[in-house]
């Protein structure tokens, strides 16, 4: 066991090193594609400080609580972004028969497909937004540190269920060849986390919470640190991961089975 | 003008029978109006209004941005960069006719099924939503919105087909365009009505023709602007075209002369 984690922690420092290298070289466009995600960051987080000028609270939450949610969503989602970008190529890495490489190379087809791409520009990204979500919890008021470890861990078990959706999205690139929109109809749906899932309709709701459980990755952390989730919530979004995860997995090994290479 | 037409009819073709993308890419665009939606509801929460716009107007700026999203931002950007980085650029250069008019030919298609799709969807939503809509009762409202619009997506068309133009001189403009392309959607509106936004920030972008692209449509729409003002703004809107056309133009002539068809 130790042996294959050593393996793969060396050929994902070797792709990630990769990577970064070729960002480094490819300096104007990483620039560009930086600076627009920091827009974008900066727009969003000037947008509720904007709202809240004018109101107390939205859907009961006040500014430092909004922008928890906000910010929380943002540290999953980045997270993702960072670890699993090899999934935007997975159908191109399938069409092109770079996949049959990667069966034969003694190495995770699974870890090359989805984590062997990283994303650096998100790390510098995620730097100020690690920096304010810092700032909000000096905003917060004193909390017991079991709410900090129930938000942390909440956050990770939120990037494992990111994890999971990955997974699924490369097992259908394997499967079908096609679905190249699939990731970015997730990204699309992920954009409902940007706000507390309280401010959606009951059925929106239920459908974010049990259906696409973006409310699990995003809000969940959120309510957690402010104590508005109870135990029994938790334990649904643990179990969820644990339910998603093992069925991603399963997906993803059916969809290599049945793969008879789709290039020369 | 008879193979813009061919080009046009062939494109949209095109468009619709790749049905599954098309569905994807509605439900993606779908996901966020919803999110929008949801945010100004609870923001609304029992008030009568916020920032001057009452609950139906609200309610019908988030559906127009909606419809003028799928009319304004399809551009050909992405295409024209990949088109010069691999040099088939070269294959439109020799045949006789214009890019831009053919680049258009082929918008103006993927803008047909979008916004009709949109138009679906809104009416949709406009018929599920509780709080009501607000719909113009003087028909030059809806012609001045509808010259509105012709004028922001060929503004949006002709800025896109401007900074894509780099990539006649360097093979990183994805980054760039990319950058642009997020800056203008939340400077034109495309995510919340400017008036949130401090007095400062809005007059510097009425200095740009960025304003003009969603949230001065949108404002035409719900009837905020007088109709000779709206007249009167359409003729600087119009101004703004006459600026970006001879600009792209001016690029792509000073563009064409340094391409080395590089990859063609």
Same mark, same amino acid.
């Given at each position: 066991?130790?042996? /294959? ?25 990483? /620039? ?30 006040? *500014? ?21 970008? $090899? ?9 092109? $028969? ?31 937004? *690690?920096?304010?979500?810092? =700032?909000? /919890? ?14 942390? *861990? ?8 990111? /994890? ?25 749906? =992920? ?74 | ?12 073709? %095109? ?25 100004? !509801? ?14 139906? %107007? ?7 941005? !909606? ?15 990949? %088109?010069? +980085? ?19 030919? #082929? ?57 894509? +133009? ?27 009505? #400017?008036?949130?936004?401090?007095? !400062? ?20 729409? #719900? ?13 600087? %809107? ?27």
């Amino acid at each position: 066991m130790s042996a /294959f984690l050593k393996l793969h922690a060396r050929v994902w420092l070797r792709t990630a090193s990769m990577a970064m290298q070729a960002q480094l070289t490819y300096r104007l466009g990483s /620039f560009g594609f930086l600076l627009g995600k920091m827009i974008r960051l900066l727009f969003f987080f000037a947008f509720v400080m904007a709202v809240f000028n004018h109101v107390e609270t939205v859907a009961g939450y006040s *500014l430092v609580e909004t922008a928890l949610f906000f910010l929380t969503f943002n540290v999953v989602d980045m997270i993702a972004q960072i670890f699993f970008r $090899g999934v935007y190529g997975a159908r191109r890495t399938v069409t092109e $028969g770079d996949f049959d490489f990667y069966l034969v190379q003694p190495c995770s087809p699974l870890m090359r497909m989805v984590c062997s791409s990283v994303d650096f520009l998100d790390i510098l990204t995620l730097v100020p937004v *690690l920096a304010m979500v810092g =700032m909000v /919890f000096a905003r917060l008021p004193a909390l017991e540190w079991t709410r900090y470890a129930a938000y942390g *861990l909440l956050t990770l078990n939120g990037v494992a269920l990111v /994890f999971a959706v990955h997974v699924i999205v490369a097992g259908l690139a394997v499967r079908t060849q096609e679905l190249e929109n699939a990731i970015w109809i997730y990204r699309d749906v =992920m954009f409902m986390g940007k706000f507390p899932v309280d401010v959606y309709a009951k059925p929106v709701r239920w459908a974010l919470t049990f259906g696409v459980p973006i409310a699990v990755m995003t809000t969940f952390p959120a309510k957690a640190l402010l104590g508005l989730l109870s135990p029994a919530w938790m334990t649904y979004a643990f179990a969820l991961t644990g339910a998603a995860a093992a069925f991603s997995l399963w997906f993803w090994l059916d969809c290599v089975r049945r793969y008879t290479s789709s290039s020369s | 003008m008879k193979k813009y037409r061919i080009a046009y009819s062939i494109a949209l073709q %095109e468009t619709l029978q790749r049905r599954s993308t098309l569905l994807m890419d509605r439900l993606g665009g779908f996901a966020i109006v919803v999110s929008l939606y949801s945010f100004w !509801n609870a923001l609304l929460g029992d008030k009568p209004s916020f920032l001057g716009y009452t609950r139906p %107007e609200m309610l019908t700026y988030v559906l127009v941005i !909606n419809v003028l999203r799928s009319f304004v931002f399809t551009g050909r950007g992405w295409q024209l960069v990949g %088109e010069i +980085s691999s040099g088939r650029i070269s294959s439109y250069l020799v045949r006789p006719l214009s890019y831009h008019g053919y680049a258009l030919a #082929l918008d103006l298609a993927q803008k047909t099924v979008h916004a009709a799709s949109s138009l679906f969807e809104v009416s949709l939503l406009a018929w599920l939503v509780s709080g009501g809509v607000f719909l113009p009762r003087d028909p030059a409202t809806w012609i001045l919105f509808s010259c509105a619009a012709v004028l922001s997506s060929l503004i949006f068309f002709f800025l896109e087909m401007l900074v894509s +133009s780099l990539a006649f001189w360097t093979s990183e403009s994805g980054g760039p365009l990319f950058c642009f392309e997020l800056f203008l959607q939340f400077a034109a509106g495309a995510f919340f009505p #400017l008036d949130v936004l401090p007095e !400062n920030i809005r007059r510097l972008l009425s200095a740009t023709p960025f304003p003009y692209m969603v949230f001065f449509p949108a404002r035409v729409f #719900l009837e905020k602007v007088p109709h000779a003002e709206a007249l009167r703004l359409l003729g600087v %809107e119009a101004a703004w075209l006459c600026v970006v056309i001879l600009a792209a133009l001016a690029l792509w002539r000073q563009g064409v002369k340094s391409y080395a068809a590089e990859g063609g």
